[in-house]
């Protein structure tokens, strides 16, 4: 068994931040209608931004940030696994959007909600590689894996206190560009902790498999469509409640 030589399309690795920004943006405009909604309101806007972030900014990011990693070998990526890592992604950020979106506020809320929150977007990562299907093993160095977890939880924590204590459109469009940045080291100091190892007795055939080009291009693809989507709307709203404020 021989360790496999690594490196990273330069090109994806700024576009999976360009994803994650967008996402983080979106879900900003989108948290700011949350602490104020009743009713099925409540959950639309609840469940657009956890879908904007943990869908758009960590998951999209997450997987295109894969198809940036190169490897002198062929993978794939196992359907199943793929899409749990979504979930749990989506569910993580939703349930801590909630706890500090809807709680009276303080530093002991936020930092159960992030480190939740935290602990579920490194979940959706680890899930993420392990849906790899490739002729290696896989292992993590425990110090870079341990700070990746850290990086997690901060970085939760930093989003949800962002969420909801911005004002102005042009505080979170920055904010996004921080989200982002935070989103990415996470994703990147996890794939430092990896170490792949060719062993071609390891693979295992999923049952359905997809390969990483054609996932990439779907994620990019229906991420960008839904975000636009979902961030028109988020706008609209703002604008109609500065005109009833008027």
């Not at 004002?167 to 996004?176: C, D, H, L, M, T």
């Not at 996470?186 to 999923?206: C, E, L, S």
């Not at 080009?213 to 703002?238: E, M, Q």
Request: one cysteine or more; aromatic letters at 10%.
């Amino acid at each position: 068994m021989t360790h496999a030589a690594t490196s990273y399309d330069m090109t994806l690795v700024v576009l999976s931040y360009v994803i994650s920004v967008f996402g983080a943006y979106t879900a900003l405009q989108l948290a700011v209608a949350i602490p104020g909604a009743k009713g099925n309101a409540l959950w639309g806007w609840l469940g657009g931004a956890a879908l904007a972030m943990g869908g758009g900014a960590i998951w999209s990011m997450h997987f295109i940030a894969m198809l940036a990693f190169r490897m002198p070998m062929q993978v794939g990526y196992d359907v199943a696994l793929t899409l749990g890592s979504l979930l749990v992604a989506v569910a993580v950020t939703g349930v801590g959007l909630f706890i500090v979106g809807r709680g009276e506020p303080g530093f002991g809320r936020l930092l159960a909600a992030g480190t939740f929150t935290g602990l579920g977007v490194a979940a959706m990562h680890y899930t993420g590689m392990a849906a790899m299907v490739m002729p290696a093993r896989l292992t993590y160095a425990p110090v870079p894996f341990a700070l990746s977890l850290v990086i997690a939880i901060v970085a939760s924590m930093a989003a949800l206190w962002l969420a909801f204590n911005l004002r102005g459109n042009a505080q979170r469009f920055g904010s996004a560009f921080v989200m982002g940045a935070a989103v990415c080291g996470m994703h990147y100091t996890g794939m430092a902790a990896a170490n792949f190892t060719f062993d071609y007795k390891h693979v295992v055939r999923a049952s359905s498999v997809m390969e990483s080009d054609s996932l990439a291009l779907s994620i990019f693809l229906v991420t960008a469509a839904l975000l636009s989507i979902t961030l028109i709307v988020a706008l609209k709203r703002s604008q109609r409640t500065l005109e009833y404020q008027l």
